[in-house]
């Protein structure tokens, strides 16, 4: 299935004014390895159609599934100068891929017509819970399966402030508040009007997601913004690609929007983990492409097959 979604996600389809079903069809025919997971796409509006008799007998692709510049947001992650030449660098990680290498594409992002643009600091307070010198402050859960000796890369169970137990994987300390190394990298030219969003700020709470964290302790203003903007599709890169973008991509999709990553504007920590981020964004409906595809999405000339299905499936499931 994994295979059939990726085959899924490359295929683009020319946005004109015809019916989701026929669109579907299409694709069937010019892609007949992709056969089964689009007819069960079918499948699934043939049923919208029954329940709302013929309401949405013929959807446009343009309407409710095609991208607007006026209604999408780049979202750039984590680009700081601890994890491109600094403490966490991540060309000294497990998946050894330089962070310099994403610098030029997402400049390049940064001059296309997002309606907002949004960069996100890890910004921790010196006592984090993340960092391994800090390891003996946190209480260890009964069902900590770390050893006595807890190496950088391990993960330790926590008891926090609130008595909940919590997973923690162990990092060098990293993008510390008002640190050198937590300033965005220089070579990056953001916008004037970019937005900043901080997360990691409570010192015993992990964030990954730009969202917050999952327990919702800590809340950083995205979602309210987003909203308060009329956003609908959400565009991301940045760092790193298994960790705080995979966290705000699967976030992003759950609060129900349109979410597109940037492979090509991203790098990761570990391989295996890559390729298991990568694989749960394909099964969410979100659209992996590259930094030099997103113009057509964002001008309408082109709609993600991956929007199409998670957008059937999601009005088949909300039935």
């Known amino acids: 299935m994994a295979t ?39 499948l699934r509006l043939e049923m919208l ?18 991208t607007s510049a006026n209604t999408t947001a780049l979202l750039i992650v984590d680009v700081q100068k601890d994890f491109v030449t600094g403490s966490m660098r991540t060309d000294r990680c497990p998946a050894q891929m330089d962070a310099m290498g994403i610098i030029k594409p997402i400049n390049y992002l940064c001059g296309l017509p997002f309606k907002q643009i949004y960069v996100s600091k890890d910004w921790h307070p010196r006592d984090h819970v993340s960092f391994h010198e800090n390891r003996n ?6 069902n900590s399966k770390a050893s006595s000796i807890q190496k950088i890369y391990d993960t330790i169970t926590i008891v926090d402030s609130m008595g909940v137990e919590c ?24 916008p004037e009007d970019v937005i900043v969003i901080k997360k990691g700020t409570i010192s015993d709470v992990e964030s990954y997601s730009v969202f917050g964290d ?29 960790f705080c ?5 699967m976030d992003a999709s759950k609060r129900g929007y ?36 997103i113009i057509d999405i964002l001008s309408g000339n082109s709609t993600p097959l991956q929007h199409v ?11």
Not at 309 to 319: E, G, I, N
């Open 245 to 249: 973008v995979a966290a705000s991509v």
């Open 214 to 242: 999952p327990n919702g302790r800590e809340d950083t203003t995205l979602e309210a913004k987003l909203r308060a903007s009329g956003i609908k599709v959400l565009v991301l890169c940045g760092i790193a690609f298994d």
């Open 258 to 293: 349109r979410v597109i990553v940037l492979e090509d504007a991203c790098v990761g920590i570990d391989p295996a983990g890559i390729a298991d981020a990568r694989r749960l964004m394909l099964e969410s409906g979100v659209h992996i492409t590259r930094s030099t595809k």
């Open 167 to 190: 997973n923690q994987q162990l990092w060098p300390t990293h993008c510390v508040a008002e640190s050198e190394g937590a300033k965005i990298h220089p070579k990056l030219r953001l």
């Open 49 to 66: 159609v029954q329940r709302k008799q013929n309401h949405l007998a013929n959807p446009p692709l343009v309407r409710e599934c095609s």
């Open 309 to 319: 299905l998670k957008w059937v499936h999601d009005q088949t499931m909300a039935q």
């Open 4 to 42: 059939q979604l990726d085959q899924v996600n490359k295929v683009l389809l020319d946005n004109q004014d015809r019916d989701l079903h026929a669109a579907l069809q299409q694709v069937i025919t010019e892609n007949p390895a992709l056969s089964d997971t689009v007819k069960q796409c079918i």
């Open 137 to 142: 402050r946190w209480r260890l859960s009964k």
